[in-house]
Nanobody, 129 residues
Framework: QVQLVESGGGLVQAGGSLRVSCAAS????????MGWFRQVPGKEREFVAG????????SYADSVKGRFTISRDNAKTTVYLQMNSLKPEDTAVYYC??????????????????????WGQGTQVTVSS
């Protein structure tokens, strides 16, 4: 069982930066690929970024590539999403998710909502124009 708690959301002006964090409980954090998703009312939850269990591989949605950076600290059992050059269309609730990947390829990064086993409660990010 893994519990995920996001933090660091808030209000920022367009062009600004924000870092959201996701703290995970449990002793097997390094067995999990981690992902960040976002959702706005009336739309499906969408993949933003993912990182393999070792941290050696990352994957990004085209809409955030070059602006967002995902990273993880396995010693602190925390995954981060650094968001730069924020745009109003980045406004959403951001969710952290974990996928047990111990039996998968080392660089495995799922991109589908249905692939993930555990979810956080979400943190609101609002970008004003």
């Amino acid at each position: 069982q893994v519990q995920l708690v996001e933090s660091g959301g808030g209000l920022v002006q367009a062009g600004g930066s924000l870092r959201v964090s996701c703290a995970a409980s449990g002793r097997t954090f390094s067995s999990y690929a981690m992902g960040w998703f976002r959702q706005v009312p009336g739309k499906e939850r969408e993949f933003v970024a993912g990182i393999s269990r070792s941290g050696g591989s990352t994957s990004y949605a085209d809409s955030v590539k070059g602006r967002f950076t995902i990273s993880r600290d396995n010693a602190k059992t925390t995954v981060y999403l650094q968001m730069n050059s924020l745009k109003p269309e980045d406004t959403a609730v951001y969710y952290c998710a974990a996928k047990n990947s111990i039996r998968a390829a080392y660089a495995f990064i799922p991109r589908s909502v249905n692939n993930y086993d555990y979810w956080g409660q979400g943190t609101q990010v609002t970008v004003s124009s």
